[in-house]
């Protein structure tokens, strides 16, 4: 029996996902995805604002052999805090075919950056995400990074697109890589070429170091998982134009998800329409997060 009960309102991840029709090229990494405990395991944090159910690696495993994928970048969830034995753990258990995403306290030891290293970790995630985390202090983050930098790790960054502006110049001013998850966050209701998405685009012109996820269909969409079409013209924009800066990834078991959960065969299948060439799903989920993340 769990020590840990999910949330009344959690949706579980889809349990026969279907094959795809669109075959990942070889080597393809699935460069965002989570894994939770299992609870009893890896206990949740006390400061979580949500608890899921159990998806441990195992299951991620079973689900990147059936679509296909040769990889993972397992990124830490805002449920293990800055915990994160459930992400090395999963890390050991890949030999070799998964990388990490930790996050830390401002706390966190030279020593305990280094275990990280050695297991697997190559950046730290800062997220400003309101209903997820209590929000650290940018100058913070900031000493963070700088002492990422020189390990040659990347931060990744969650935001909501009402927020932009106000991070704007603290995300300019970071010395490593800077990946974005899930475009920033666009409204997709509002026009792909209006001010919201323009100052995203902007801020990925000015900085040669700004990365972008270009994923999360399923959490993006106002008018549902039918193609995800209003989603489209945002992720496909990113991907034309910086070919060789985006990733692609599941983000399975899908946190927070409250009206729908998506076939991860089905999301599989989306990448064709934001990547319509066979160079451009390479760079997107084989050169990118290769270069990334596992050239050492
Ligand atoms: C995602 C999105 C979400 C959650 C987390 O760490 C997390 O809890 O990332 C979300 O709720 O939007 O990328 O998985």
């Known amino acids: 029996m ?29 460069a ?26 195992e299951k991620l495993f079973a689900l990147r052999d059936f679509l296909g994928f040769e990889r993972n970048v397992i990124v830490q969830a805002t449920c293990h805090g800055a915990d994160n034995r459930a992400v090395v753990d999963a890390l050991h258990k890949a030999h070799g075919r998964a990388r990490g995403i930790a996050t830390v306290r401002a706390n966190v030891t030279d020593q305990e950056l280094a275990e990280l290293d050695a297991a697997g970790v190559r950046g730290l995630r800062f997220n400003f995400v309101k209903r997820l985390v ?26 909501e697109a009402a927020d932009l502006p106000s991070l704007y110049d603290f995300l300019k001013s970071l010395p490593t890589i800077v990946v974005v998850d ?66 692609w990834g599941t983000d399975w078991p899908h946190p927070n998800l409250k009206a729908h959960m998506p076939d991860d065969g089905y999301l599989v299948d989306f990448i064709p329409s934001i990547a319509p060439t066979a ?12 270069r990334l993340y596992f050239s050492r």
């Open 134 to 159: 209590d929000t650290t202090p940018p100058e913070v983050l900031a000493q963070l990074a700088a002492r990422i930098a020189p390990m040659g790790w990347h931060t990744v960054i969650y935001f």
């Open 182 to 247: 899930h475009m920033g966050r666009p409204d997709v209701s509002k026009s792909v070429d209006g001010p919201e998405f323009a100052l995203f685009v902007q801020l990925m012109r000015e900085c040669p170091n700004i990365w972008s996820k270009v994923t999360c269909p399923e959490r993006l969409t106002k008018t549902g998982p039918s193609q995800y079409a209003d989603v489209v013209p945002f992720a496909r924009h990113l991907v034309e134009t910086f070919p060789d800066r985006v990733l």
């Open 2 to 30: 769990s020590t840990f009960t999910m949330d009344a309102d959690w949706l579980v991840y889809c349990q026969n996902p279907t094959k795809p029709r669109f075959t990942l090229p070889a080597g393809s990494i699935d």
């Open 279 to 290: 160079e451009l799903q390479h760079k997107l989920l084989v050169a990118n997060p290769d």
């Open 32 to 57: 965002h995805c989570h894994v939770f405990g299992p609870g009893d395991q890896f206990p949740y944090a006390p400061e979580r604002k949500y608890t899921p159910c159990d998806a441990p690696a």
